[in-house]
């Protein structure tokens, strides 16, 4: 979807979105790399390139080390996931669940 996507704070997270998961462990908004113009950061300071036997790597932006941003390295069962994907809980967003707000 073409909207913008911002944190709680205001700052623009994203560019658009390609859809909400719903799984097993709850809604996560589905991204490209392409909408997120900010710069994503390891929180173990992993290389992403790493061929590590994981399901994701963990990630946040810039300046909020508190927003969770799985990049999908493996498939789950619980959820579809899909690889090179990157997920964040719609609650970490500004006026997500209200849709007359956010489009």
Do not use: C
Not at 36 to 53: A, G, H, M, Q, V
Not at 61 to 81: I, M, N, R, S
Request: aromatic share 18%; hydrophobic share 30%; glycine share 6%.
């Amino acid at each position: 979807m073409k909207t913008n996507v911002y944190l709680l704070d205001g700052t623009l997270f994203a560019s658009g979105f390609n859809r909400v998961v719903h799984g097993g462990r709850g809604d996560y908004v589905e991204f490209e790399s392409k909408h997120i113009p900010l710069p994503l950061i390891s929180k173990f300071d992993n290389d992403e390139t790493e061929d590590l036997d994981i399901y994701y790597w963990w990630l946040y932006p810039e300046g909020h080390p508190d927003t969770k941003v799985y990049l999908q390295k493996k498939t789950v069962k619980y959820a579809d996931y899909k690889i090179g994907k990157y997920y964040v809980s719609p609650s970490l967003f500004k006026d997500f669940r209200d849709p007359e707000k956010l489009f």
